[in-house]
C-alpha cells in the first residue's frame, strides 16, 4: 500500500472519534453558556447534579454511537481493503503456475480476521472508557491528566463561580475553557504508564496496527506456498532518517526484522511508518535502482530555505504536520466560540488567524516543494466557515486601522477607545444640555446640529468604560453620556482644540475623508 492508501484506510475512524471530541466539547460550551447566564449561583447549585447526571448520559449515548460505527467501518475494512490485498497477490501464483486459495477458505486467514476484529473491540472500549483531558498545572507547570467527568465537574464549577461572582466576565471565561479544551484536546489516557495520546490518533493507530497484522499475515503465507524468501520495501519521500538507508530495497525475511526493525515500535510497520513490503520472486525487477535511491535522498536531504530556517524533506514534513494539527485545533476554537455565543470581535479575530496559518501554511508548502495536504486539515467533521466573510474582512480592516489609529491618539495623551465608521446611538430621546454648551461654553450649537454631528461623525471615542461616546466629524463634535441620555457638549469645527485637531488629522491620515 502507498502513503496516501494508508492514510486513507484510516480516515473514517479517526472522523467518527474526532467527531464525539467536538460533540463533547462543545456540551461544555452549551452548558456553560446556559448556566453562565442564570440568573443566581443557587440555580447552578439546585441543577447541578441533575446536568450532571444528564451530560454522563449524553456522553454514553455518543460513546456508543461512535463504536457502532466504528464497527461498521471495521467490517467495511476486514472485508473490502483485505479482499483487495489478498488478491493483489494473485499474479504471484499466475506467474508460479500455481492456484491462489480462495480468501474465504483460507482458515487460519479467516481465524486471525475474527481474532483482530475482537481485538480491537476490546481496544475501542478501553479507550473510551480512559478518555480525558491533559491539563497544565499552572501552579508547577507540569501536565496533569484529567478523567472526562472529572474535568467536566471542575470545569463546568469554576466558570459558574467565575462569572457569578463577577471575578471574570463570560467572554473571558469562555475563552479561557475553549483555549483549554482545545490545546489539550480529548485523550486516551493509560493511568498505569501516564502516557497520553489524542483519541482520534490512538483510534487511527489501533484499526492500523490491527489491519497490518492481518497484512503481514498474507505477506507470510504468500512467500511460504511460493517458497520465496525475498521482499522489496517500499519507498516514500520525506521518510525518517533511520528509515531512510532500507528502504526501496530487497531483503530477506531475516533482514526484515533484522535490519528494517520489522516487528519493534520504531522499525518497520511500526507506529507512524507508512513503509509497506512486497513479495520479490526470483527474476523480480526493482522499482527503485541504489542510483535512483541515492538521487533522490540526496535531493531530499539537501535543506531548502525558509524565513531564514533550513529543512530537509523530513524536517518540512513534520513541521507541515505541526501546522495543520494547528488548524484542526483553530477550526475547534471557531465552532466552539460560535457554539458559546461569544462576543462577535473575537470569532472575527479567530477565523482571522485560520486565515493566516492557511495562507503560512501553502507558503510553506510551496516553498517545500510539498503538496498541500489540506484533506487532513478537514478531516475532523466540522462543518461550517471558518474564514472571514467579506463583511468580517471589513471589520478586521477596520478593526487594524483602529489599533493604528489608537496608538497615535495615545503617544498624543488622547485617551479612549477609537472606532472608524462608528455605530450611530439613537438621541432623539436624549436630553439636550443646553446650559452647558451655550451657556457655559458658548459654542452656539443647537440641538439639531448636534443630531447632525453625530450622523456625519466618521470617528469615535469611547471613555469611561463606555459612559461616554464622543463623536467627531468634519463639521463639528458631539459628546453623549450614555448612562444619563444625555447630549452632554457639542461643538463646531471653528471651535476644534487641539486635541480635536489631532483625532481629525489621524482619522483622515488613515483614509477617513471629510464630507
Request: aromatic content about 8%; glycine content about 6%.
Amino acid at each position: 500500500m502507498t502513503q496516501g492508501e494508508i492514510e486513507k484506510l484510516t480516515v473514517k475512524v479517526s472522523n467518527i472519534f474526532s467527531e464525539l471530541e467536538v460533540r463533547i466539547m462543545t456540551d461544555i460550551v452549551r452548558r456553560i453558556k446556559e448556566n453562565g447566564f442564570a440568573s443566581a449561583s443557587v440555580d447552578w447549585q439546585i441543577s447541578r447534579l441533575q446536568q450532571l447526571g444528564m451530560a454522563e448520559e449524553d456522553i454514553r449515548g455518543w460513546i456508543q454511537s461512535a463504536l457502532q460505527a466504528t464497527d461498521a467501518e471495521m467490517d467495511r475494512i476486514f472485508s473490502d481493503e483485505v479482499y483487495k490485498q489478498y488478491y493483489e497477490q494473485e499474479h504471484f501464483f499466475k506467474l508460479a503456475r500455481m492456484q491462489q486459495i480462495p480468501l474465504e477458505e483460507n482458515f487460519v486467514l479467516q481465524q486471525l480476521i475474527k481474532a483482530t476484529k475482537k481485538q480491537l473491540q476490546g481496544e475501542y472500549k478501553n479507550l473510551t472508557s480512559s478518555m480525558g483531558f491533559a491539563i497544565r498545572n499552572p501552579a508547577t507547570g507540569k501536565i496533569q491528566s484529567s478523567p472526562l467527568m472529572d474535568y467536566y465537574r471542575s470545569t463546568m464549577d469554576q466558570a459558574v463561580i467565575d462569572i457569578k461572582s463577577g471575578a471574570f466576565d463570560y467572554n473571558t471565561v469562555l475563552k479561557r475553557t475553549v483555549n483549554q479544551m482545545t490545546a489539550s484536546g480529548l485523550r486516551y489516557i493509560e493511568y498505569d504508564s501516564g502516557h497520553r495520546d489524542r483519541i482520534d490518533v490512538a483510534a487511527r493507530r489501533a484499526i492500523l496496527t490491527g489491519f497490518r497484522q492481518v497484512q503481514s499475515q498474507i505477506m507470510e503465507q504468500v512467500a511460504e506456498q511460493l517458497g520465496t524468501d525475498t521482499f522489496e520495501v517500499s519507498y516514500h519521500v520525506g521518510a525518517r532518517p533511520t528509515h531512510q538507508p532500507w528502504q526501496g530495497k530487497v531483503w530477506t525475511r531475516q533482514e526484515l526484522v533484522s535490519v528494517c526493525g520489522l516487528g519493534e515500535v520504531t522499525g518497520l510497520k511500526g507506529i507512524n511508518c507508512y513503509h509497506d513490503y512486497k513479495l520479490f520472486p526470483p527474476g523480480s525487477v526493482r522499482t527503485y535502482t541504489d542510483e535512483q535511491l541515492r538521487k533522490m535522498l540526496d535531493a531530499e536531504n539537501t535543506p531548502k530555505e525558509y524565513n531564514g530556517k533550513q529543512c530537509t524533506t523530513y524536517e518540512a514534513l513534520q513541521q507541515q504536520r505541526k501546522m495543520e494539527r494547528g488548524m484542526r485545533a483553530q477550526r475547534q476554537k471557531i465552532k466552539l466560540l460560535q457554539e458559546g455565543g461569544a462576543d462577535e470581535q473575537k470569532i472575527i479575530l479567530a477565523k482571522a488567524k485560520y486565515q493566516g496559518q492557511i495562507q503560512t501554511y501553502k507558503d510553506f508548502s510551496e516553498k517545500m516543494k510539498l503538496p498541500e495536504q489540506k484533506a487532513r486539515i478537514m478531516q475532523d467533521g466540522l462543518k461550517g466557515k471558518f474564514m472571514p466573510t467579506k463583511a468580517e474582512q471589513k471589520v478586521l480592516e477596520e478593526s487594524a486601522i483602529n489599533d493604528k489609529i489608537k496608538a497615535e491618539l495615545s503617544e498624543a495623551k488622547i485617551k479612549g477607545i477609537p472606532k472608524i465608521n462608528p455605530d450611530k446611538i439613537d438621541v432623539s430621546k436624549f436630553t439636550f444640555d443646553n446650559s452647558h454648551i451655550n451657556e457655559v461654553r458658548e459654542h452656539g450649537v443647537t440641538r439639531a446640529e448636534a443630531e447632525q454631528f453625530i450622523k456625519e461623525s466618521d470617528i469615535s471615542l469611547t471613555r469611561w468604560n463606555g459612559r461616554f461616546i464622543n463623536y467627531y466629524g468634519p463639521n463639528g463634535a458631539a459628546y453623549v453620556d450614555t448612562e444619563n441620555n444625555n447630549i452632554r457638549t457639542a461643538f463646531k469645527k471653528e471651535q476644534f482644540d487641539a486635541p480635536t485637531l489631532k483625532i481629525r488629522e489621524v482619522a483622515e491620515k488613515y483614509g477617513i475623508k471629510k464630507d
